[in-house]
């Protein structure tokens, strides 16, 4: 999904189109789990056998008595955020955080502007912090091949997105690589450390204007 208020205008269809794929995919990724639903019970057994024989990465118990409450405080948090990205954070924030969830072993927490998702974070926490240090106003762009897209950024927050942007537009950043490579950057489990990488090799190239501090 993208959020009610981006403008979108004068994109590259097929780019847009390819992008909305990758991040579809992004964002359905997360740690493996097996769900056990209690009532009140003070133990469930061994959870490291249990996490053992089902193969995943963690075990979530959930409390009956809570799940009212919980999914009571979810329907708020929708009804009172505007912002989809923010949305997802606090949603796994509240889940993460209510007394009825409990996630063996606990998720880790990171706010670094440079960090990539941490266990049991929304996948799309990371991309939050980055745009956080965006300027307000100014654009980052991705040219791919034949595809270009770019955002303008405020508060925060993607505003406008186009393949058409303006002459004297203000670029924070602007990447310049194959396609395949900014693929394997969005669908990494840290895109920052991903795109470290490529740059390092020099699969992607990196303009950042001057006075901006930028994770990569």
């Known amino acids: 999904m993208i959020d009610p208020g981006v403008a979108i205008v004068d994109v590259d269809p097929e780019a847009f189109a390819h992008l909305n794929a990758v991040l579809s995919k992004r964002d359905r990724s997360g740690p493996s789990s097996v769900t056990v639903v209690h009532d009140g019970i003070e133990s469930v057994g061994d959870l490291a056998s249990l996490r053992q024989a089902h193969g995943v990465d963690e075990v979530v118990l959930l409390d009956r008595r809570g799940l009212d409450d919980l999914s009571g ?3 708020e ?17 509240a889940y993460v955080g209510h007394w009825a969830v409990t996630i063996v072993p606990p998720p880790a927490t990171t706010n670094a502007v440079g960090s990539g998702p941490a266990e049991g974070e929304s996948g799309w926490a990371p991309v939050q912090r980055l745009l956080a240090s965006v300027p307000d106003g100014q654009w980052v762009a991705a040219m791919a091949g034949e595809w270009s897209l770019a955002a303008q950024v405020r508060g925060g927050r993607i505003v406008r997105i186009t393949s058409d942007w303006p002459a004297d537009a203000v670029m924070a950043a602007s990447l310049r690589g194959p396609v395949a490579a900014f693929d394997e950057v969005l669908s990494a489990p ?14 992607v ?3 950042v204007r001057e006075g901006i501090e930028w994770p990569a």
Do not use: K, M, N, Y
């Open 205 to 207: 190239a990196i303009d």
């Open 73 to 75: 405080q979810l329907v």
């Open 77 to 93: 948090l929708a009804r009172q955020t505007d912002d989809q990205g923010d949305l997802l954070v606090q949603c796994r924030q």
């Open 190 to 203: 840290d895109p920052l450390a991903a795109l470290r990488t490529r740059v390092a090799s020099g699969e």
